[in-house]
Nanobody, 118 residues
Framework: QVQLVESGGGLVQPGGSLRLSCAAS????????MNWYRQAPGKERELVAA????????NYADSIKGRFTISRDNVKNTVYLQMNSLKPEGTAVYYC???????????WGQGTQVTVSS
């Protein structure tokens, strides 16, 4: 069965750092682009970062550019989001998404809570 399991969320002070992980199984991970989304209460889910299947290309939301880094390990079937200089507006549930656009196939994880507060 397909699984995307996020981990690494928690409570962090403003200016602090967290590294999120998303462990994938049950599908051909290395053929899928991977994405991190986040959703705050009452807000739409928004794309935070994306990485191509090989890791050769990345994309970031303007709001986090320069502070977050997406990466992947196709041997471990895991995608990461390193979050530095966290701000209170970064408080949200962060979701991992796998996408193979050519066949219109998408998988979502359950999300992990990140709370940025003093």
């Amino acid at each position: 069965q397909v699984q995307l399991v996020e981990s690494g969320g928690g409570l962090v002070q403003p200016g602090g750092s967290l590294r999120l992980s998303c462990a994938a199984s049950g599908f051909a991970f290395s053929t899928y682009a991977m994405n991190w989304y986040r959703q705050a209460p009452g807000k739409e889910r928004e794309l935070v970062a994306a990485i191509s299947s090989t890791g050769g290309s990345t994309n970031y939301a303007d709001s986090i550019k320069g502070r977050f880094t997406i990466s992947r390990d196709n041997v471990k079937n895991t995608v990461y989001l390193q979050m530095n200089s966290l701000k209170p507006e970064g408080t949200a549930v962060y979701y991992c998404k796998a996408e193979r656009r050519i066949i219109n196939r998408v998988y979502w994880g359950q999300g992990t809570q990140v709370t940025v507060s003093s």
